[in-house]
């Protein structure tokens, strides 16, 4: 398969600050990739730079074999880009605005009216196609917001954290329209901190974190990073400050964290470490109020590489 | 043809915004409307004052040896029977003050003004406590006001007359000099040149009056005074509003920017070079848009002549130049929306009202010189002479500096766009 993205080396700072350093992956034609990563890590400027918001500071990118920096034209035509926050005309009817994208993407005359009809009937809003946006709920407007990425029939597909901030049943919606997407042969860039989107979605993850690419490979390799080991996370009566440098010395013990008053861990094993753990809060006076045991997982995998869980 | 779907795209909005709508042609005309029924209609018949019947008893008597033509009695008498005030007040002569007292009383008349037989001789003479009495209907109010301060003003006049000659005799003596009586006529002579310079002064001549209310002409029509008076009134709304609407229009990439379609933009395969310029574009045209509509409105409306279709046209399209070119500088400062509402009401009120757009009637010679340094005040300066009927080649000047104006402040907020969305 040829590559449909192809990331270089890309580097982008903000005068001091870096914000993405040296990012490198790739995607293949007609496959999901998620960059997976908690909030700063760099996966917004990422896409941005791909989708041609921001100049790369250094290093190159191509969308289907047009570099973003030589031939920008050429790689957004062949994208279509699904912005985090709506992105659309709210004082324009459902129809307005897909017929305004489209001639953005150069549809125009039949070829327009037709594609605006099937985009239309795909994100189910053919009924109310002449209502304004601004009288949609937040699911329509979404759909709507993604309809109009779709109407020049784009070989690749970006979506910037499409689930932030809705309800389940949209969440669901969405996950669902990337899966129908990527079957039509699409190929889907989408960025995310849910590591379950990510695991549902994707043949390909690349985990980010302080703007660069830790971690690259499918679920299941990812995963065998991380070996035998367990995820544990514990929840105290009382800040975990007290007795958390006790349990980082604890043997059995590779990785801990603190966020959002539980404990994250990752143990070689569950059935010896656990005891050593309740027996340190006691000395430490701290109570231990739940423990949940999990099998390794992307958080386990991020724990794993970065020692930190990852954040919201 | 990207440049039109945004350019279109943006008026399609624009007419969907009711403040926008409500800010470009409601207020404009509503202001002026506003105007032109509190004097226009005055003029044009629709509304009108009830006619001051006065009766004056001129028992005045020319001295002989005069040096008067004709005594003071007959000249404030004449001002009653004068053409110009013929439609407001009906004079009638009366013989004595007895007759004048019982047309009062009948209702007959509604003030009698009853001038004594020996006024002039008094005046000539120097005597300060010459008087004039005035009788008047109790029921009425405003009549006998006004024809109390007519003779008021005259005889403050006289009275001045009468001073200037005791205080001149007076110090004629002190030097050990006599007034001669033939010297009185060209002493009066040059008191009521002064007496004009300075009641001019006050901008009680026709010639510097902020409005001059004159009769009603025939068929409704408003009178040339009226006309010029609504004119540079509705000149002076449009310059305003043309500005406000072309910063508003221009306002509306904040509002991208803020709402993400901006950006969004930004990801397709358009350059950025073609999204400023719809954008731009479309305040152009909203800017045209509005001031055709409101000329039209105005000519309709108020009738309005806005002059010569050439001068017209200048003067528009200098507007047009002006108001894009200082609405994308002032925008290529702005960084949020919500900026922009104290800068447009409060940066652009403060332009305006030094341009003189608020005062566009009464040419005030502080803000005719401050408005060389505003667009506004140019484009004031185009609507004046094109409203003055001046033909293409006076407006050529205004034009010029208008464009160049325009330009200038396109080209530095456009390249201020240009770097904050590179």
Redesign the interface.
């Known amino acids: 398969m040829s590559k449909a993205i192809e990331v270089n080396n890309l580097k982008k700072s903000f005068g001091e600050l870096q914000a993405v350093q040296g990012v490198s992956f790739s995607a293949e034609a007609g496959e999901v990739l998620s960059l997976l990563g908690p909030n700063g890590a760099g996966k917004s400027t990422t896409i941005s730079m791909l989708?041609?918001?921001l100049?790369p500071s250094e290093g190159d990118a191509s969308i289907m074999g047009h570099s973003i920096s030589r031939e920008p034209?050429?790689a957004?035509?062949a994208?279509g880009?699904v912005?985090q926050?709506?992105?659309?005309?709210?004082?324009?009817s459902a129809r307005?605005n897909l017929d305004?994208?489209g001639?953005?993407?150069?549809l125009?005359g039949g070829a327009l009216k037709i594609r605006v009809d099937e985009v239309l009937e795909i994100i189910g809003l053919s009924d109310r196609q002449k209502d304004k946006v601004s009288t949609f709920s937040g699911g329509m407007k979404r759909r709507v917001n993604i309809g109009?990425a779709l109407l020049h029939k784009p070989k690749v597909i970006i979506m910037d954290e499409p689930t932030v901030g809705i309800d389940p049943q949209s969440r669901r919606h969405i996950l669902e329209n990337v899966k129908q997407l990527n079957a039509q042969g699409m190929t889907v860039l989408y960025t995310t901190h849910y590591m379950e989107e990510a695991a549902e979605l994707s043949n390909h993850i690349a985990i980010m974190d302080m703007g660069k690419v830790i971690a690259y490979g499918t679920h299941d390799e990812l995963i065998r990073m991380v070996g035998e080991q367990t995820r544990i996370e514990v929840t105290l009566n009382m800040e975990a400050e007290k007795v958390l440098s006790s349990w980082r010395s604890t043997e059995g013990v590779s990785k801990i964290d603190s966020l959002d008053g539980k404990v994250t861990a990752l143990v070689d094993d569950s059935n010896r470490v656990l005891p050593r753990l309740f027996e340190a809060a006691s000395k430490h006076g701290v109570r231990i109020t739940s423990v949940d045991i999990q099998e390794p997982n992307l958080e386990t995998v991020f724990l794993h590489l970065t020692g930190r869980a990852l954040r919201d | 043809m990207k440049i039109f779907d945004i350019a279109f795209k943006d008026l399609i909005r624009s007419t969907r915004s009711l403040f926008l709508i409500g800010m470009a042609f409601a207020a404009p005309l509503l202001l002026t409307a506003l105007i032109y029924f509190a004097f226009g209609s005055i003029a044009s018949g629709d509304m009108s004052m009830a006619d001051i019947k006065v009766g004056v008893v001129n028992a005045d008597v020319l001295p002989a040896n005069s040096p008067l033509d004709v005594s003071l009695g007959e000249n404030i008498r004449s001002m009653f029977f004068d053409d110009s005030v013929r439609s407001w007040i009906t004079a009638s002569d009366y013989a004595d003050e007895a007759a004048a007292h019982g047309a009062v009383d009948a209702q007959e008349i509604g003030v009698a003004v009853i001038i004594p037989a020996t006024f002039t001789k008094d005046y000539l003479a120097g005597k300060t406590d010459t008087s004039i009495t005035i009788l008047q209907d109790p029921t009425l109010t405003i009549g006998p006001t006004v024809v109390r301060d007519m003779v008021a003003s005259l005889l403050d006049g006289v009275a001045g007359g009468g001073i200037t000659i005791k205080v001149v005799s007076e110090r004629m003596t002190v030097n050990g000099k006599t007034l001669e009586p033939a010297g009185i006529p060209s002493l009066i002579q040059r008191y009521i040149n002064w007496y004009t310079d300075f009641q001019r002064a006050l901008f009680h001549s026709l010639e510097n009056a902020a409005l001059v209310v004159t009769s009603p002409a025939p068929g409704g029509e408003l009178s040339n005074d009226i006309q010029a008076m609504m004119g540079l009134v509705m000149a002076g709304q449009l310059i305003f509003f043309s500005f406000y609407t072309g910063a508003y229009a221009m306002m509306s990439i904040l509002q991208e920017s803020e709402e993400g379609t901006l950006e969004r933009m930004f990801t397709t395969p358009t350059d950025r070079t073609t999204i400023l310029a719809g954008k731009f574009l479309a305040v152009f045209i909203t800017v045209i848009l509005q001031g055709a509509v409101l000329l039209i409105a105005g000519h309709y409306l108020f009738k309005i002549n806005w002059g010569e279709p050439g001068s017209l046209a200048l003067s528009l399209l200098g507007q047009m130049f002006a108001s894009v070119g200082l609405a994308v500088l002032l925008v290529s400062f702005i960084k949020t929306s919500k900026q922009a509402g104290p800068v447009f009401g409060g940066g652009l009120t403060m332009l305006g009202m030094l341009s003189g757009l608020f005062t566009a009637n009464m040419n005030i010679d502080i803000f005719n010189t401050m408005g060389n340094f505003t667009p506004q005040g140019w484009v004031l300066k185009a609507w004046r002479l094109s409203l003055a009927g001046q033909p293409v080649s006076e407006l050529i000047v205004p034009f010029v500096v208008l464009f160049a104006m325009g330009i200038v402040m396109f080209v530095i907020g456009a390249r201020m766009f240009g770097k904050r969305f590179a």
Do not use: C, H, N, Q
């Not at chain 1, 001639?103 to 150069?106: E, L, T």
């Open positions: 989708s041609g918001l100049t034209l050429l957004k035509a994208l880009v912005p926050d709506i992105a659309l005309y709210p004082d324009l307005e305004f994208w001639k953005m993407y150069g125009r109009a």
